[in-house]
């Protein structure tokens, strides 16, 4: 019987602190700025106030690498960042399923990898990211 009073005991103490514990992790999930690894000077993902995200490389808390960028319209762009800017090869993809590849200048499509892209898309201006006093 003694056997038996202690195991209940033990019972009633270990759920309360169990289901405490559960709630204390849930509470701690993140739901905006760095969310996985390290976004200071390596790679990490990123969720920005306004609803956008950054997976890729960080260097000195900017966004600086290879990495992709969603806005939460829909649309996204793969490829370089530099100084916190698009710059450098990549690809912007639209709603309408099209995408866009070339060199980008700040944020500016000045040279396509198609001909056809060229004449459309040339000097495109990608919408502007989250800005960097979001990052933290």
């Known amino acids: 019987?003694?056997?038996?009073?202690?195991?209940?005991?033990?019972?009633?103490?270990?759920?309360?602190?169990?289901?405490?514990?559960?709630?204390?992790?849930?509470?701690?999930?993140?739901?905006?700025?760095?969310?996985?690894?390290?976004?200071?000077?390596?790679?990490?993902?990123?969720?920005?106030?306004?609803?956008?995200?950054?997976?890729?490389?960080?260097?000195?808390?900017?966004?600086?690498?290879y990495g992709r960028y969603d806005w939460k319209n829909g649309e996204w762009y793969l490829g370089d960042f530099t100084d916190d800017k698009i710059t450098g090869t990549g690809s912007f993809h639209l709603l309408s399923g099209k995408w866009i590849g070339g060199n980008f200048e700040d944020c500016v499509l000045v040279k396509t990898n198609t001909e056809t892209d060229s004449v459309i898309y040339k000097n495109y201006k990608i919408q502007q990211m989250a800005p960097k006093s979001e990052v933290k």
């Open 1 to 65: 019987m003694k056997k038996f009073s202690t195991l209940l005991l033990m019972l009633a103490l270990y759920f309360p602190v169990n289901a405490q514990t559960v709630t204390a992790e849930t509470d701690s999930v993140k739901t905006k700025g760095c969310v996985d690894g390290d976004c200071i000077s390596l790679v990490g993902k990123y969720l920005f106030v306004n609803g956008d995200k950054y997976n890729g490389e960080w260097r000195e808390g900017k966004r600086y690498g």
